[in-house]
């Protein structure tokens, strides 16, 4: 279903947030004879919620009501954040009622022309962004949409010649139009909560690369979820010697130096290995990449993926955005020869903190444990033979930055990654990125 064939629908919609907002503009404004008359909420809306529907005559209900209100509509257009298998979904789909996401709507009105789609559990921001640098530094006309950029409805006021589409699992787990080039940069465990199973949110990620449309799939050769698979589409390998790749220090390309890695504008070798995989796809894409060390001037780390807060006796790094070990582990990786202090502990999602307690044991960073997994990680820490000083609990990240603050010996690294989700004391990994950075200059103000 493409968004021009809603004229006339009789519309409804699950959830808040930017696109659902993005998706009642647009309708308003482009399709006058279309209209949103059933809107769905787990929550009370806010005032704010309810304007941005452009539509005061809507029914407002909540998700006991949701499937009689809804089952009078022409479609469904849910938020990305409300499950596409929950139960009152399902029952709308065996109803007749088609199911969508705004996402949805402007790939298939696009039909997917030179849509790069980048996806995958960690580094698909970075990715993403460093494609649609890289592809505007070569003189192409691109945009970079989806969970960062813009949503990818507003899209449909410029037409622009190439999109950078950073795409959640829950974006692409009801997707039937796919992207030109469909980039995956990882898999490790994650949103089971959501998806319910580590299964299913597997494959909803891999979906992407067997929707329709899709010419080129560019996998990540060192993550092993991923380079034996075999999706219809042909295969673009980065990671390894044969294309693009990390190799004695620098980026290669089929084994030859193209630029050293301490040139680039990130940290880690991570983070070198997402600049392959945002090459590799430009190059699928068509876009021959220009010189690397002018095309990378002007691009900055995205907030809270380890971002430099301070630097003073001890240098203070904001990595909130990681939601997993895997991720902690990278991130730990970054700072070769320098005492790190980790502050670590989240949300519980059942993680498997083994990767993360093996790099603790072995590069002897101290580690403060905060709620709800930071004793848990604490404790197979000091099971792995962590020293107790030197594996420590805190009852919350203002005690947890007071005693990093005594434990960084000077040259040394406060690093906040915290290898889980921050659902459960804070808004978003945004917003305990902001406390952190908050903390960290209170602590190191004290400290002259």
Same mark, same amino acid.
């Given at each position: 279903?493409?968004?021009?064939?809603?004229?006339?629908?009789?519309?409804?919609?699950?959830?808040?947030?930017?696109?659902?907002?993005?998706?009642?503009?647009?309708?308003?404004?482009?399709?006058?004879?279309?209209?949103?008359?059933?809107?769905?909420?787990?929550?009370?809306?806010?005032?704010?919620?309810?304007?941005?529907?452009?539509?005061?005559?809507?029914?407002?209900?909540?998700?006991?009501?949701?499937?009689?209100?809804?089952?009078?509509?022409?479609?469904?257009?849910?938020?990305?954040?409300?499950?596409?298998?929950?139960?009152?979904?399902?029952?709308?789909?065996?109803a007749g009622v088609p199911v969508t996401t705004a996402t949805a709507l402007w790939l298939e009105e696009r039909g997917g022309r030179g849509v790069l789609g980048v996806t995958g559990t960690k580094g698909k921001s970075t990715t993403a962004a460093l494609a649609c640098h890289i592809a505007r530094a070569a003189g192409r006309d691109v945009?970079?949409?989806? /969970?960062?950029?813009?949503?990818?409805?507003?899209?449909?006021?410029?037409?622009?010649?190439?999109?950078?589409?950073?795409?959640?699992?829950?974006?692409?787990?009801?997707?039937?139009?796919?992207?030109?080039?469909?980039?995956?940069? /990882?898999?490790?465990?994650?949103?089971?909560?959501?998806?319910?199973?580590?299964?299913?949110?597997?494959?909803?990620?891999?979906?992407?690369?067997?929707?329709?449309?899709?010419?080129?799939?560019?996998?990540?050769?060192?993550?092993?979820?991923?380079?034996?698979?075999?999706?219809?589409?042909?295969?673009?390998?980065?990671?390894?010697?044969? $294309?693009?790749?990390?190799? /004695?220090?620098?980026?290669?390309?089929?084994?030859?130096?193209?630029?050293?890695?301490?040139?680039?504008?990130?940290?880690?070798?991570?983070?070198?290995?997402?600049?392959?995989?945002?090459?590799?796809?430009?190059?699928?894409?068509?876009?021959?990449?220009?010189?690397?060390?002018?095309?990378?001037?002007?691009?900055?780390?995205?907030?809270?993926?380890?971002?430099?807060?301070?630097?003073?006796?001890?240098?203070?790094?904001?990595?909130?955005?990681?939601?997993?070990?895997?991720?902690?582990?990278?991130?730990?990786?970054?700072?070769?020869?320098?005492?790190?202090?980790?502050?670590?502990?989240?949300?519980?999602?059942?993680?498997?903190?083994?990767?993360?307690?093996?790099?603790?044991?072995?590069?002897?960073?101290?580690?403060?444990?905060?709620?709800?997994?930071?004793?848990?990680?604490?404790?197979?820490?000091?099971?792995?033979?962590?020293?107790?000083?030197?594996?420590?609990?805190?009852?919350?990240?203002?005690?947890?930055?007071?005693?990093?603050?005594?434990?960084?010996?000077?040259?040394?690294?406060?690093?906040?990654?915290?290898?889980?989700?921050?659902?459960? $004391?804070?808004?978003?990994?945004?917003?305990?990125?902001?406390?952190?950075?908050?903390?960290?200059?209170?602590?190191?103000?004290?400290?002259?």
């Amino acid at each position: 279903m493409r968004f021009s064939e809603l004229e006339g629908a009789r519309v409804g919609v699950w959830g808040a947030g930017r696109e659902i907002a993005s998706f009642a503009d647009k309708l308003a404004r482009r399709l006058p004879r279309a209209r949103i008359v059933a809107a769905a909420f787990d929550s009370p809306p806010s005032a704010a919620e309810r304007e941005a529907l452009r539509a005061p005559d809507a029914l407002i209900v909540d998700a006991e009501r949701a499937p009689s209100a809804i089952a009078e509509c022409d479609v469904l257009v849910r938020s990305p954040g409300v499950p596409a298998r929950r139960p009152e979904l399902t029952a709308l789909r065996a109803a007749g009622v088609p199911v969508t996401t705004a996402t949805a709507l402007w790939l298939e009105e696009r039909g997917g022309r030179g849509v790069l789609g980048v996806t995958g559990t960690k580094g698909k921001s970075t990715t993403a962004a460093l494609a649609c640098h890289i592809a505007r530094a070569a003189g192409r006309d691109v945009r970079l949409a989806g /969970n960062i950029g813009v949503p990818a409805l507003e899209l449909l006021d410029t037409e622009p010649e190439l999109v950078v589409l950073e795409l959640s699992s829950y974006q692409i787990a009801d997707l039937a139009q796919g992207s030109e080039v469909a980039l995956v940069t /990882n898999l490790y465990r994650e949103h089971t909560d959501w998806h319910g199973s580590e299964q299913a949110y597997r494959e909803d990620k891999l979906r992407l690369l067997e929707l329709r449309g899709v010419r080129v799939a560019v996998l990540n050769a060192r993550d092993d979820a991923l380079r034996t698979l075999a999706p219809r589409a042909p295969v673009s390998l980065f990671g390894t010697p044969a $294309g693009w790749d990390v190799e /004695n220090g620098a980026i290669a390309f089929a084994g030859s130096p193209i630029i050293d890695v301490e040139q680039l504008p990130l940290r880690g070798e991570h983070n070198a290995i997402n600049l392959c995989g945002a090459l590799a796809a430009l190059q699928a894409l068509g876009v021959e990449p220009p010189a690397l060390g002018p095309a990378l001037d002007g691009f900055a780390p995205l907030p809270h993926r380890l971002a430099p807060v301070l630097d003073g006796s001890a240098s203070w790094v904001d990595d909130s955005i990681s939601t997993t070990p895997e991720s902690s582990v990278a991130a730990l990786a970054s700072f070769p020869g320098r005492e790190l202090v980790l502050i670590a502990g989240g949300q519980d999602r059942g993680q498997d903190h083994a990767p993360l307690v093996r790099a603790l044991a072995a590069g002897g960073a101290a580690l403060i444990g905060v709620p709800s997994t930071g004793p848990r990680l604490v404790a197979e820490a000091l099971a792995a033979g962590v020293e107790p000083a030197r594996a420590r609990e805190a009852p919350d990240l203002a005690a947890a930055v007071e005693l990093a603050a005594g434990l960084v010996p000077a040259g040394g690294v406060v690093l906040l990654s915290p290898a889980a989700p921050s659902y459960d $004391g804070y808004r978003d990994f945004e917003e305990r990125g902001e406390r952190f950075c908050e903390l960290a200059h209170r602590a190191a103000a004290r400290r002259g």
